[in-house]
């Protein structure tokens, strides 16, 4: 089953490749190559809800300029995501407690300038159930690591397989308030497993991550490093907040009783660090409430760590 899923979300990302009108594919190189961890172990350590995430992104075009092409299709990055959703007790979920579900991504995205925006755009497609493996994953790692793990039960009560194509875009502007202080307001738009619209800011002080290529992370919406200038070693430290709405979730579904809150918020803070020979990212993220029996928000804690030899 799982060779079934991986081939097929290959399949997927490929022929997204394949439509991109770029320019001619002998042109087209690998640019840059980013990731980012996001788990709650890193935040405020509980296990639950927004547990665990892993993304990863390599970006192929002519060139980098400092900003991202003109057209549609002459930056591709292919992006590769998992993600584990839980209940606050994994042994015993609580009546109402949201279920659990794994879910693995694949899809390809293209960035480019549009009337002075920064612009993302493309397709992803989201599998879940217990196909994707992540629930044994998970419960292997907390049985070598001797600590509280998902119960039979509630793996079988887990969200069931399916295929969800994704649509994602997002638009963004960055206003340098002074060379080492940029402001980037955006609008996000996604269709898919949920679909929603979401409106934010980010603030970054500092020389790491300028003139780069930065990726939003989707459950945190820390932007990581993927086309690096490696040259200027210093920090950056980075504030960010945005809201939701969110019109339907497969990972709450109406029809067992889930009541979507009002609005989904974020508020995040973080540092880069580039050194003459390694990189580092922590960042820290309160995520509200998303379903109205959920009784508060939680925190995860989001990593990356590069070393050059």
């Known amino acids: 089953m799982f060779r079934h899923v991986a081939g097929s979300l290959l399949a997927f990302a490929f022929s997204l490749l394949m439509v991109a009108p770029a320019a001619d594919a002998g042109d ?40 991202a092409p003109a057209s549609f299709g002459e930056l591709i990055e292919l992006r590769v995501s998992s993600e584990i959703f839980a209940p606050d007790n994994l042994d015993r979920p609580a009546a109402g407690d949201r279920r659990y579900a794994g879910a693995l991504s694949l899809g390809a995205h293209s960035h480019f300038s549009w009337k002075g925006f920064e612009t993302a755009l493309g397709a992803d497609l989201v599998v879940t159930g217990s196909g994707t493996g992540l629930g044994n994953f998970q419960r292997a ?31 963004g502007r960055d206003l340098s308030l002074t060379p080492r202080l940029h402001l980037r307001p ?12 979401r409106a934010g800011v980010d603030l970054t002080f500092g020389n790491v991550g300028i003139g780069e ?46 009541a979507l ?17 390694a990189t580092a990212f ?7 409430e998303e379903f109205e029996a959920q009784r508060e928000g939680q925190v995860v804690g989001s ?4 070393l050059s030899f």
């Not at 955006?186 to 619209?197: A, D, I, N, Q």
């Not at 989904?264 to 050194?275: F, P």
């Not at 922590?282 to 509200?288: I, K, N, P, R």
């Open 282 to 288: 922590y960042g820290v993220t309160y995520l509200g």
């Open 141 to 171: 790692v907390h049985k070598a690591l001797d600590v509280r793990k998902p119960s039979a039960a509630t793996l079988d009560n887990q969200i069931g397989g399916g295929l969800h194509p994704t649509l994602v875009a997002e638009v």
């Open 261 to 277: 809150t009002d609005s989904r918020d974020r508020l995040r803070a973080g540092v880069h660090w580039q050194g003459d020979r």
């Open 28 to 67: 087209r190189h690998s640019l840059g190559y980013g990731r980012l961890m996001t788990n709650d172990y890193f935040g405020d350590g509980k296990d639950r809800w927004r547990t665990g995430s892993w993304t990863s992104s390599r970006v192929w075009g002519s060139e980098w300029t400092g900003k």
């Open 303 to 306: 990593i990356h760590i590069k």
């Open 186 to 197: 955006f609008l996000e738009g996604r269709t898919g497993p949920e679909t929603m619209v």
């Open 213 to 258: 290529l930065l990726v939003r992370e989707s459950v945190t919406g820390h932007r990581y490093r993927v086309i690096s200038d490696n040259s200027a070693p210093g920090f950056s430290f980075l504030l960010g907040a945005d809201i939701a709405h969110v019109s339907d979730s497969i990972y709450l579904p109406e029809e067992d009783g889930y």
